[in-house]
């Protein structure tokens, strides 16, 4: 088996309510995503998707996703795809970073491996250790009532995990923590209070304090890992590392400085499942949690965070998104939730379709930005 094409699209899904808010300001009136199709000879295809929050969240944005796709497909289309860890390592050879984009081509060569091989990924991943995954939901910054209401809407769905979107004036935003804690009380599963980077050493200090009574994980309350490192010995509340933890020696340096009870693991952040699956043995053999992410998506990117989360061990998980079902505003087939991880009653359910077990409508994306082939080489 060889690869012929990779095709890229652009989708934006509508933000549910019509806004999504994080610290410093940042309000998503959609989540842009990058799509990616590989083909290959015998006509098995592979997808994969990417979202970056827009511009200001991860280390890439939307037009650099798609021309990390269109600068590396030379080499891509030149690689066996059954080699992954030849391929990610020396899509890091021919371009430094830019990791969004690496993540859309591992994916959907993953995608391909298992269709090729009749497995799910997981599979390839290591094995099937779990099926039904703990499943939450990301609560948009607002006020303490409105987070509230919106956690209990979720939790009418059937979620039993929460994310609450903080990063603002520490004291309210830690009323609106015991909002939510007090509305979701005896029904949640867990709880994680995520600033987004957006305190400086002495807010979160201030935030801790107010919240210590409060069963929720403190989720990258600073920028740094030296400001991480001054909360861990005050705080009693369990941290978890974000956006400082992109690469195995971040973890390794988390671990070291005792930043890191658990990690919110995003595919798309660290460069695609081949590398995440290194990151999750890593901090497993460290001790350190994992919640498993993306940053935002729709029926790939689930599939794809299902596929990893199912390889976890059940003691180090604590939860996965979805990004599937009637509270999405969109989807990639035409027949909702035909495919891919079904949600029942506070969890994803994996199948055992091949590949990431989500058959898409490539019609529902429109025409492709580019279409690079093997003739174009």
């Known amino acids: ?97 830019h990791l969004p984009g690496k993540a859309a081509i591992d994916t959907a060569l993953w995608d391909l491996r298992g269709k090729a091989l009749g497995l799910p990924v997981a599979a390839l991943l290591g094995g ?57 009380h005896g029904i949640s599963e867990f709880m994680t209070s995520d600033a987004n980077r957006g305190w400086t050493v002495g807010q979160a200090k201030r935030y801790l304090q107010a919240v210590g009574d409060i069963d929720t994980y403190v989720e990258q309350p600073c920028a740094t890992m030296t400001e991480l490192a001054h909360l861990a010995h005050l705080s009693r509340l369990p941290l978890m590392l974000d956006e400082s933890g992109q690469t195995c020696e971040d973890v390794l340096t988390a671990q070291r400085l005792g930043v890191a009870d658990g990690l919110n693991l995003k595919i798309t952040r660290v460069g695609g499942l081949t590398k995440a ?28 965070m299902a596929q990893l989360a199912a390889t976890i061990d059940p003691r180090g998980f604590l939860g996965v998104s979805y990004f599937m079902g009637d509270h999405m505003t969109l989807s990639y087939q035409k027949d909702r939730g035909a495919t891919g991880p079904t949600f029942e009653a506070g969890a994803v359910v994996l199948g055992e379709d091949p590949g990431l077990g989500v058959l898409v409508d490539e019609t529902l994306f429109g025409e492709p930005i580019f279409v690079l082939t093997t003739k174009d080489l």
Not at 38 to 66: C, H, I, K, M, Q
Not at 139 to 159: C, V
Not at 283 to 291: D, N
């Open 277 to 304: 699956a290194r990151i999750r043995d890593l901090a497993a053999a460290t001790g350190i949690s994992i919640l498993v992410d993306e940053p935002q998506g729709a029926d790939l990117a689930t599939g794809t």
């Open 1 to 97: 088996m060889k690869l012929q094409s990779i095709a890229c699209y652009s989708v934006d899904i509508p933000a549910t309510g019509g806004s999504y808010v994080m610290s410093h300001g940042r309000d998503l009136a959609a989540f842009p995503a990058t799509i990616v199709k590989v083909t290959a000879d015998n006509g098995l295809t592979g997808w994969g998707e990417a979202g970056t929050l827009g511009s200001n969240y991860l280390n890439g944005f939307p037009a650099s996703v798609r021309e990390t796709i269109a600068e590396l497909a030379p080499f891509v289309l030149s690689c066996d795809p059954m080699e992954a860890g030849v391929l990610v390592d020396g899509m890091d050879a021919q371009l430094i970073g």
């Open 128 to 184: 099937v250790k779990q099926r039904r995954l703990g499943a939450f939901q990301a609560i948009s910054l607002a006020s303490p009532q409105h987070m509230a209401d919106e956690a209990l809407s979720h939790a009418e769905l059937g979620f039993r995990r929460f994310q609450l979107k903080l990063g603002e004036d520490p004291i309210t935003d830690a009323a609106r923590t015991r909002a939510v804690a007090e509305a979701v």
